[in-house]
């Protein structure tokens, strides 16, 4: 459900009887979206939520003003293990590495990585931290002006959270796509 202002359309697509579902989120608060468990040898269900834009304009271009994208994650076992099946978890994305233009939230290799393309250039940034299965991580990435920002937060079982920041300055220019 689209809880937001924006004019966009959300709806599961799925293949393989991939399903997503509702379950408690980040430390028992909140909601959270269950994916099915990549295994490549059981049938190859996937699903994924899409996001579309449903009025004339784009709601989801931020052009050259500054972009906020983030998700609480929460990996299953064995999906850091390089050179696995499923060593790479696509978080949130709009347009792809080739295209002229991509926002991208991931984790590959148990790395939070955040990639901003634009008509300007590319910049990547790649956190020191190394996500441990079964645990919430809240992922955050801001594109302020020439400034890209990769914040990484878990919590300790206390409750009691840390933070980590990585940033890489670079030119990124307006975040249109071609199409």
Known sequence: TNLGKAAVTTAVVSRGGGRVTAET?????????????HA????????VIRIRNSGTGDALNPYIHRLELGADVWLDAGSDTPGSADDGDNVLQRGLYDDVTQYKL???????MCRIKGRSGAVEV??????VPQRWYRLTCVRDGGKVVLSVTSWASDGTPSTTTTQRVGPTGSLTPAA
């Open 25 to 37: 989120g980040t430390g028992g608060t909140g909601r959270a979206a269950r994916f099915p468990t």
């Open 40 to 47: 490549p040898d059981a049938g190859g269900q996937a699903a």
């Open 106 to 112: 991931q984790v590959d290799g148990g790395r939070p």
């Open 126 to 131: 790649t956190s020191p931290v190394t996500v």
